[in-house]
């Protein structure tokens, strides 16, 4: 049974913080099967078989996983772990596992601790409830899953996981990280192509990612007492409370003792599971909180930020809070989301978006940066379609988060750089003139980034210093999404430049640098366009966004559509990241998330509005009403003339209760209609249309009743209660 929102508010009031006193630092990836573990367990041979299979990613054999897989088992044991789990990341976005446990019968009975090669390898879970899309029919709906050696397992719940791919019996992806991995593998190829014309040393070039969640606590029992905040994971109804966020007085402020103690088991735990913590902070609106670890390879932190989703409710929970992880939890104050902060690295530790120590590295910046702007210019809307969900749907363009257009912020300072260096001559150039570029222009970039203070905190994708910023990420969204596009439009875009830039030394005989500038400088031209230093907020930005024809798009169905454009579905099949079945399950599978995000919000809301607020404003309603008759009596003819404004009250609940009513029916009636739409997409599109408007009509009359209403009989916790109660 739910508390009351009386009941809840008294318990939340008993809740003592516990803060951690001491911390060991040989916490880090204590519960990790690293590198220097597994050493333990292996011979010095397979262990370098290993490692060498990983690093050139040629794939494991049988008596090698057998290896891994016996020492992985001792290493468990040792730490009394019972059970085992492939750990993947199905299309519903968030984490699964299937628990097996070690136990097993020898052939004369007896018990046995039993984990070789083929169970490391490969599980087969009942595939048949995850989305998937259309890729398989129930009578195939076998789906494996498979080890991802690049990710190494650990132990949580005393039980060992095993990060995993998870595809189909014919070999389709069914889940994140499967394109993820792929679109890793073609940016390795296109960078390392490129990189050639800087050096000869580099063996891989890997993706890199640090993102920073951002997330709400709210006492767990106040949560409790809210349906829509359990089920939905946001506020339906609410009214914005007297004082938010107006003060500024949150964001970095000192963190409440009871939040902090939360926070520190949490990093205690992330930090034994090798999640790389490092910051901490209050963000904008009560109760809003951020994570951010130093960053890692893309598969890795993406898996890191996966899993850190999976333990924060349950930490939480000891804590008595609960975590809100939604984009919008309450309207009218700051959402959550999770910037993406993407780079590049070398295996020699260049980041190829920093500049280097000499002109040809200010150069090789120079080329990966623009060639990084040109991808987005031409991929907008499918990076705003990466990051489409009805809930940031509700946080993106509310003059606190990017709008739905993109575009790309870069700080004057290197604006003016590239102005001139889109005045290079073409062809070949002039001794003088290089030496010209090299000393004003390309000698200067890192004194200039050294001083990279330009922020500009509108932007949906900014470029800070020696990384890009992908700000409109939702809170709850998987990184891979975002992130396997930008590899593979990246991707794509180096492969092009390599193709220009060899064009040009072999037909036009230019040398090698003569022929990056050119290219450069033409793409510099075009690019232009997604350049934008303004306030992204700004009606005039939209006006303007307009005129450039960059893609303003209103919601997600609609940014969605943008996967299986023919300019898409081409990306993804020639960069081997997809097929054209996998992009379209997937649409498939976003698209009905979308409708039924919007149906279980409007049915919930429905039943709010019919079974809680109504009745509460009626009863508010009858004492009014009764006290009226008593004052009739008390007045007698002089009543007309002396109550008007108590009338008034009970006519104003009136209205507001005929208006719920009414428009929660009609809204049932634009449900049935739309459900009779079988195809995902126009279903969801119909959804937005004919359904998501009723949510904010709905809840205004509500919000209203909530100013009015007998505060003693309202029965569900206030914005107040559910922000300021710490
Ligand atoms: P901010 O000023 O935006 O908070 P920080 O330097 O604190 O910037 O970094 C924010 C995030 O960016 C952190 O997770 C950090 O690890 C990550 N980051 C820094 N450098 C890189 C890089 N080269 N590639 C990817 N992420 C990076
Ligand atoms: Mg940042």
Known sequence: MNLTRFEALKTSLQKRPNILEEIGDDIFKKNVFSNDKLRHYINQNTFKRYNEAISKNTGIDRDLADDIASAMKAWALSKNVTHYTHWFQPLTGRTASKHDSFFDLSGDGDAIFKFDGSQLAQQEPDASSFPNGGIRTTFEARGYTAWDPSSPAFIFN????????FVSYTGEALDYKTPLLRSVSALDKA???VYTYFGKDVKRVSATLGWEQEYFLVDRSIASSRPDVTQTGRTLIGQTPPKGQQLDDHYFGTISTRATAFMQELENVAWSLG???????NEVAPNQFEFAPIFEEVNISIDHNSLLMEIMPKIASKHSFRVLFHEKPFDNLNGSGKHNNWSMATDTGVNLLSPGKNPMGNLRFLTFFINTIAALLKHESLLLASIASASNDRRLGGNEA?????SVFIGSQLTNVLEKLEKVSKGKL?????????????GKIPEILLDNTDRNRTSPFAFTGNKFEFRAVGSTANCAKPMTVLNTIVSEQLILFKSQVDTLIKEKGLKKDDAIFNILRDSIKNIKNILFEGDGYSNDWVKEADKRGLSNIINCPTALQSYV????????EKMNVMTEGEVRSRYNVDMEEYSKKIQIESRLLGELALSQVIPAAIKYQKQLVDNLKGLKEI????????????????LTISNHVENIHKKVYDMVEARKKVNKIEEEDKNALAYAKEVFPYLDDIRYHCDKLELIVDDSIWPLAKYRELLFYR
Not at 565 to 572: E, G, M, N, P
Not at 635 to 650: L, M, S, T
């Open 158 to 165: 005393k039980t060992l996981y095993i990060p995993t791919i």
């Open 191 to 193: 960078a390392k192509d």
């Open 275 to 281: 999640i790389p913590i490092k910051t901490r902070h």
């Open 635 to 650: 007045y007698g003819k002089d009543f007309d003339k002396n109550v008007v404004e108590q009338k008034n009250i009970v």
């Open 430 to 442: 002039s001794p003088e003139e290089k030496t010209d570029l090299k000393l004003r222009i390309i």
């Open 565 to 572: 454009s023919k300019k898409s579905i081409d990306l993804f």
């Open 402 to 406: 990017p709008p739905f257009i993109f």
